[in-house]
């Protein structure tokens, strides 16, 4: 289809062949024969804009030394960057907020009723959180991270429960040009097409300079993008949370629902960086100090993320009932699923991840340096702005303040409950260590 031909071309409603249109189409794609694909009606607008082309032209993909070439970078340049940047500038990006344009554009109302409720599935909480998770022993965001092993992060104090809550935080310099943190995934994986709910009940999160945490969801078991990932929760330096979906499926939110970026299938080579909703977005430093409940809840008819803060946390997520069909008031982001386009197999199982990143791709690409002393560019760590800054003793105080988790619990609820299948996710079954491929590489976007 002609969303994927490589180019953003403007958004057209079907129609026959007009021979201009085809004239110019065919010089675009320097072609012989003119095709005049029908487009969906739904192609998002925001996807549309010229502006942005230049931008997002390339990603932080790589491939094997083998098949790299002048034209086909080891390492693409990280549209992140770009993308943090344009957003940055006044009147540039393709992040729309809800709240600017009203509430209408995130609330489900009226969508699919759920006349089942939900039961408790699976829990981490108490001192042995920890247990229900595998740590990560190689990192994929080309940052400033020294990943640590279970039992080290215990020995050094990144990791600790009991007393009701879970403490995950960044520890001191390590390697060269690198601080020592951890990322965890679920031993745990549900299916998106039997639904679930994962709520994440917090005290505070990660936040400041250089910092990029996150709640997500994602499937290890096939090569990335095709079993799915849904950023939750997600956030850079002062930039705000950004709710997306990626899957290697010709899919689509339902654009008669909500608006945004609404083409889920993500390759950054053919820039398409996947459907993120038009969504109510705030800082870290917002939800940190706004400490409440993280919900999401994932069907085959939709994504909804929330955020519930402390003192309205209704009954039936404190009864372990939760009703997410009553949580429209709370709503960030609503992801309703196009049924033309969004099979089941839209997305593998999913395992929960916590990280709490340093620079790379998207902290260190728009992170905001003196270009006197450094230079903004990841690939060059000893004289990168942020990963100077991150991995120096002028960054103990605010790292040892602000960058930390501190959970109460993280649970999931599903249709049957307690009699709800769950599958060993792959980061489980290879030790923390992430399925390997020519083309394989983490969005977080």
């Known amino acids: 289809p002609a969303r994927d031909i490589g180019f953003r071309i403007p958004y057209f409603s079907p129609f026959p062949r007009h021979p201009q249109f085809c004239d110019w189409l065919s010089s675009m794609l320097r072609v012989r024969s003119c095709l005049v694909a029908v487009l969906y009606t739904l192609a998002p607008a925001a996807q549309d804009d010229a502006g942005l082309q ?68 699976w829990e981490a909480s108490g001192a042995s959180f920890f247990d229900q998770f595998v740590f990560m022993r190689v990192g994929e965001m080309h940052g400033a991270n020294q990943l640590l092993d279970k039992a080290a992060a215990v020995e050094e104090g990144l990791v600790s429960s009991g007393g009701g809550n879970a403490i995950m935080r960044v520890g001191k310099p390590g390697e060269p040009n690198k601080r020592k943190t951890v990322n965890i995934h679920t031993k745990a994986a549900w299916l998106p097409s039997r639904s679930f709910v994962a709520i994440l009940k917090y005290k505070h999160l990660p936040f400041g300079p ?88 994932w069907t085959p008819e939709h994504i909804k993320v929330f955020h519930i803060p402390e003192a309205e946390i209704p009954a039936d997520i404190n009864s372990e009932s939760p009703r997410p069909e009553t949580w429209d008031r709370w709503t960030l982001a609503y992801l309703p699923f196009d ?11 999913q395992e929960l991840v916590l990280s709490i990143g340093l620079c790379g791709d998207w902290a260190g690409g728009t992170f905001q340096g003196n270009s006197g002393s450094c230079k903004v560019d990841i690939w060059d760590p000893p004289n990168d702005c942020c990963t100077q800054y991150a991995t120096s003793s002028a960054a103990d105080d ?32 290879r030790n923390g260590i992430p399925l390997q491929s020519a083309f394989r590489v983490e969005s977080y976007i």
Not at 412 to 427: D, I, K
Request: aromatic share 10%; with cysteine.
């Open 398 to 429: 605010a790292l040892q303040d602000h960058a930390f988790f501190d959970i109460s619990y993280m649970k999931v609820f599903t249709r049957e409950g307690a009699g709800t299948p769950v599958g060993t996710s792959g980061s489980a079954r």
């Open 210 to 297: 250089g910092v990029w945490p996150g709640f997500w969801s994602m499937n290890s078991d096939q090569v990335w993008p095709a079993g799915g990932e849904l950023d939750i929760l997600e956030y850079a330096n002062n930039e705000p949370n950004r709710v997306s979906f990626h899957t290697g499926k010709d899919c689509f939110l339902d654009g008669s629902k909500t608006s945004g970026s609404l083409a889920c299938k993500t390759d950054y080579f053919q820039n398409n960086f996947g459907c993120r909703p038009s969504q109510r977005q705030h800082s870290g430093a917002y939800y940190s100090g706004t400490p409440g409940v993280i919900a999401m809840e």
């Open 339 to 349: 049924a033309r386009s969004c099979g089941s197999d839209v997305a593998g199982q």
């Open 54 to 121: 230049g931008a997002f032209t390339i990603d932080d993909q790589c491939v094997d030394e083998e098949v790299a070439s002048d034209s086909l970078p080891r390492c693409a340049l990280s549209a992140l960057q770009h993308r943090g940047r344009l957003v940055a500038a006044p009147g540039g990006g393709e992040e729309t907020s809800a709240e600017e344009n009203g509430p209408g554009h995130v609330t489900s109302a009226g969508t699919e009723a759920n006349a089942t409720g939900y039961s408790k599935n």
